[in-house]
């Protein structure tokens, strides 16, 4: 079996919003990936989502710490700034890989608003909780994730992660509605005027030879 991770072009289309239609090459099922602004609308969801729970759970252990609630642990954070960053670390970095194991299980909020599904590009697969936990730690440096981010809206890539492994598939598109895709007409016209200039080409020596033999 393939283990190409690289989309699949098929010349076709999606009836509903006329964009490319792929194949994962390893099943042959065709998807629609999608559009870069709701892509990356949907990521920045789940960022704030990350983002709204981890600081309550901070100011949360904050509070707590202030009457000493953690005992031993609330005097080590306030006696040393290696433990306390540590701590708040962990909080951090701990939602991060909980929220990770249900997207890449069961998807996440971001998915579910803009109608999306990241899967592997090779089989249609999601990654499973472990791995999802993992690629949302490495999301947590946003710096470079937003590049990509911002990148992707313009290419209208879809892509979803640091690798070229998995894609976000539109859920909303006709493809995913049970429509058929359609010749791409831009591909169909292409063939058309290659086919044209193959036939001419052809002719051409019968219509030299023709004239060498009236001449």
């Known amino acids: 079996m393939s283990r190409s991770t690289q989309p699949s072009s098929t010349g076709l289309i999606d009836a509903a919003n006329a964009r490319p239609v792929f194949q994962h090459p390893n099943t042959g099922e065709y998807y629609v990936r999608k559009a870069g602004w709701a892509h990356f609308w949907g990521r920045s969801l789940d960022a704030l989502v990350v983002l709204v729970v981890a600081g309550v759970l901070i100011g949360a252990v904050n509070a707590a710490n202030q009457n000493f609630a953690f005992g031993s642990l609330s005097m080590a954070m306030f006696s040393s700034t290696g433990v306390y960053v540590g701590v708040m670390a962990a909080i951090w970095f701990g939602v991060l ?119």
């Open 97 to 215: 890989f909980v929220y990770g194991l249900v997207f890449g299980a069961l998807g996440s909020l971001g998915d579910l608003a803009a109608g999306m599904k990241s899967v592997r590009i090779s089989n249609g697969q999601r990654s499973g909780a472990w791995l999802g936990g993992w690629r949302a730690i490495c999301w947590s440096f946003a710096p470079l994730y937003l590049v990509l981010s911002v990148a992707a809206i313009f290419s209208g890539s879809g892509g979803d992660s640091f690798e070229a492994k998995f894609t976000a598939v539109d859920l909303r598109s006709g493809l995913a509605q049970g429509q058929a895709p359609v010749p791409d007409p831009k591909i169909a016209e292409q063939a058309a005027k290659e086919q044209a200039d193959a036939t001419k080409r052809q002719e051409l020596p019968g219509l030299y030879e023709n004239k060498g033999q009236n001449g």
